[in-house]
């Protein structure tokens, strides 16, 4: 186990003439990083002389509090798996859901190789909304616009909404077939 210590904006107290804030998304994909790592992340605040809040401390925490409200599954009491997650995604796990953190999306296909014959339901966590999914054989077949023809056998491909989600970082939740 380890963890990293991360500040809002650079400093370790407050300071009224520092407003190189990180963004809230970036905050989150750290969070996500450090669970898929096996680690924990401490994210230090200053208050204010006052005792307060800056308001941009408030904003980026609120920010963060509604994604973490929506995901916490998916960090809360979760940890890194063996599994390689594709480009640009990072996989923790919590018993038999896996979660997909997506850093960037993908136009329409993600293919997830390794992984068929082990989902049982795919859902964006944001909103519950079910993802399809399918199972490529690595055969080349004629028509075939959902996978490249080299993909691997034993490759699941999900079929995502067009349209990036309204989240800081989106996240497909896969309820593994009875397996750890």
């Not at 997650?85 to 997506?102: F, K």
């Amino acid at each position: 186990m380890w963890e990293a210590c991360h500040t809002l904006n650079g400093s370790w107290g407050y300071d009224r003439d520092n407003h190189d804030y990180k963004d809230p998304a970036l905050l989150v994909r750290m969070l996500v990083q450090s669970v898929a790592c096996g680690g924990n992340l401490i994210l230090n605040v200053g208050p204010t002389g006052r005792g307060a809040l800056d308001p941009r401390a408030r904003t980026t925490l609120r920010e963060i509090g509604e994604w973490t409200g929506l995901h916490a599954r998916s960090v809360h009491g979760a940890g890194p798996i063996a599994f390689q997650a594709p480009a640009n995604a990072l996989y923790t796990q919590s018993g038999t859901r896996l979660y997909l953190h997506l850093l960037a999306w993908p136009l329409k296909h993600l293919h997830l190789p390794g992984m068929a014959g082990r989902v049982r339901h795919a859902q964006l966590l944001h909103d519950g909304s079910g993802i399809r999914f399918h199972e490529m054989d690595g055969a080349r077949h004629e028509h075939n616009n959902l996978a490249p023809p080299n993909q691997p056998a034993g490759t699941l491909t999900l079929t995502l909404p067009v349209a990036r989600p309204d989240a800081l970082l989106p996240v497909i939740e896969l309820e593994l077939d009875g397996q750890e």
